[in-house]
């Protein structure tokens, strides 16, 4: 991290690859520019996992399986933070909240994921002919023009006020 520091990255973005907070970062940053002993030491998490490497290696291995296996057959086939809390809870008798959860999955290297859908009845062929023959008659071309655009997002335009509003001059 001294070499980061160093460096002049940039504190989102250590934070992001270390999967601290940006607020973590600027405290150990500080730390460094003042000489402190051992700023840059980890100091472990802020408290102690309550699975054990052996149940964390069951708890992805059912994870792997579904949540169909567990008898969760509603229209999602995917895990939230709350049924993986119930699964934590049913195999080993230990409490998570949500967030804590949430802390577990990240700091194992588990992301939020959203699978993409797409129909049972999904045609591609049709698609590909009607984004060839439809689409570019559908789509509308804009004319060229020779004036400039105006817009009150423009650089340079004047801001509209709120009735009742004011602001510091």
Request: aromatic share 8%.
């Amino acid at each position: 991290m001294a070499q980061r520091f160093a460096r002049g990255d940039r504190i989102e973005d250590i934070a992001r690859e270390l999967r601290v907070t940006a607020r973590s970062v600027r405290r150990r940053r500080h730390a460094w520019r003042t000489g402190e002993p051992n700023a840059l030491r980890s100091r472990g998490p802020m408290a102690v996992e309550r699975l054990s490497g052996a149940q964390w290696e069951r708890l992805e291995r059912e994870l792997r399986r579904g949540p169909l296996a567990y008898g969760w057959k509603d229209d999602s086939r995917d895990w939230t933070l709350k049924r993986i809390k119930l699964l934590i809870g049913r195999l080993f008798h230990v409490g998570y909240t949500i967030q804590g959860v949430w802390k577990l999955m990240r700091r194992h290297g588990w992301t939020a994921q959203v699978p993409v859908r797409r129909a049972l009845e999904r045609d591609t062929g049709a698609i590909a002919v009607w984004k060839a023959e439809v689409w570019s008659l559908v789509e509308p071309i804009a004319p060229v023009s020779s004036t400039p655009c105006t817009s009150a997002t423009a650089a340079g335009a004047r801001r509209r006020r709120s009735p009742g509003r004011t602001t510091a001059t």
